[in-house]
């Protein structure tokens, strides 16, 4: 996005495009694409298109952002091009923080909360059992529960260490895996309120890169094929895919998503509208703004609902192995004794 809103400012500037990679080059502030810029540049220089070099990093420059440069280097509006391109990223920039701040303060609580848990199983309660064991009296069945989950965890450290390593390993394997990411998918879009936003949030970016791209006068079935891919979700994504057979039979766009019951009624309905009226980019775009404001509200109640839940479990969690130690402490008169 950074890189985008530089090269648009200096391309607005006047300055050449050869000039505009050496600035880019070697004022960027990530090391990392210092090298990328200088690939890109020599490629240029040969030559080549500036949309065919990005092609080179298609995991940075995704199809959507070279298609946008290939029609600013066609139309020689580059310049504009590559400003629409920033607002583009930047919108879905913000998209992106929103969901992410709404979950982070629970996750990091469960972390903290895991953290002070395990702290107290392997350092903490040792201590206690040690004393416990000296009176030689029976104890609580909750502090002997405690006690022998204390010693089962340091005894096999080594082996939870490597079954949450395999946990993410494996989970990154299943996420790169086409039929396993399918399914992994298909069950987030059900779960409740975590489903509706990445189902919101997967329709805001395909309206608002379907109309971006209408706009700059991209075809609609390669439109459709390029907003397929920044869904985010692949079943979502392989759903759109589907239906460009059908709009290529001239079947309008509304009866299509219908058609494919991932999109809601209103979307269909807003689309419908915007094809019957020839403002099918500005219809999408209003679409793309409705659910990101759907997208606040749902995430909004998701934090609500998330946060106490999380704090009732791990403080719970964490209240239990306390009150499993103080237990004998209370009836520490009659042990003695």
């Known amino acids: 996005m950074v890189f985008t809103h530089q090269f648009a400012t200096l391309i607005r500037a006047g300055v050449p495009l050869l000039e505009?990679?050496?600035?880019?080059?070697?004022?960027?502030?990530?090391?990392?694409?210092?090298?990328?810029?200088?690939?890109?540049?020599?490629?240029v220089?040969?030559?080549?298109?500036?949309?065919?070099?990005?092609?080179?990093?298609p995991t940075i420059f995704h199809e959507f952002y070279r298609n946008m440069v290939e029609v600013g280097e066609t139309t020689g509006r580059l310049d504009e091009s590559l400003s629409q391109l920033a607002v583009y990223l930047d919108k879905q920039a913000q998209l992106r923080a929103k969901i992410i701040s709404a979950l982070a303060y629970p996750v990091l609580l469960i972390t903290v909360a895991l953290t002070v848990l395990v702290f107290l199983l392997v350092w903490v309660?040792?201590?206690?059992?040690?004393?416990?064991?000296?009176?030689?009296?029976?104890?609580?069945?909750l502090t002997q529960a405690v006690i022998y989950l204390?010693?089962?965890?340091?005894?096999?450290?080594?082996?939870?260490?490597?079954?949450?390593?395999?946990?993410?390993?494996?989970?990154?394997?299943?996420?790169?895996?086409?039929?396993?990411?399918?399914?992994?998918?298909?069950?987030?879009?059900?779960?409740?309120?975590?489903?509706?936003?990445?189902?919101?949030?997967?329709?805001?970016?395909?309206?608002?890169?379907?109309?971006?791209?209408?706009?700059r006068g991209i075809p609609l079935l390669t439109g459709l094929s390029v907003a397929a891919t920044v869904t985010g979700n692949t079943v979502i994504e392989?759903?759109?895919?589907?239906?460009?057979?059908?709009?290529?039979?001239?079947?309008?766009?509304?009866?299509?998503?219908?058609?494919?019951?991932?999109f809601p009624p209103m979307v269909t309905?807003?689309?419908?509208?915007?094809?019957?009226?020839?403002?099918?980019?500005?219809?999408?775009?209003?679409?793309?703004?409705?659910?990101?404001?759907?997208?606040?509200?749902?995430?909004?109640?998701?934090?609500?609902?998330?946060?106490?839940?999380?704090?009732?479990?791990?403080g719970g969690g964490i209240a239990l192995v306390v009150v499993a130690m103080y237990l004998p402490i209370f009836?520490?008169?009659?042990?003695?004794?």
């Open 150 to 215: 204390a010693d089962y965890l340091r005894g096999h450290a080594l082996v939870f260490v490597g079954l949450l390593g395999s946990l993410v390993l494996g989970s990154r394997l299943m996420l790169t895996n086409v039929k396993s990411r399918q399914v992994i998918d298909g069950v987030l879009l059900h779960l409740p309120l975590l489903g509706a936003i990445i189902r919101k949030s997967a329709i805001v970016r395909f309206a608002r890169t379907l109309g971006f791209l209408v706009r």
């Open 45 to 57: 220089e040969q030559g080549s298109l500036l949309a065919k070099a990005l092609g080179h990093f």
């Open 20 to 43: 505009c990679l050496d600035i880019l080059g070697t004022e960027v502030e990530n090391p990392a694409w210092e090298p990328l810029v200088r690939r890109i540049r020599a490629e």
């Open 238 to 262: 392989q759903s759109i895919k589907g239906l460009v057979a059908d709009v290529q039979e001239g079947k309008p766009l509304s009866e299509t998503l219908r058609a494919s019951g991932v």
């Open 269 to 314: 309905q807003m689309i419908k509208v915007g094809e019957s009226t020839g403002s099918l980019d500005t219809m999408l775009e209003k679409i793309a703004d409705l659910f990101e404001q759907e997208v606040d509200r749902v995430v909004a109640t998701l934090t609500s609902v998330l946060e106490p839940c999380v704090i009732v479990v791990v």
């Open 125 to 141: 309660v040792p201590l206690f059992s040690g004393l416990f064991l000296e009176f030689g009296e029976s104890l609580p069945w």
């Open 331 to 337: 009836s520490i008169g009659s042990i003695i004794g």
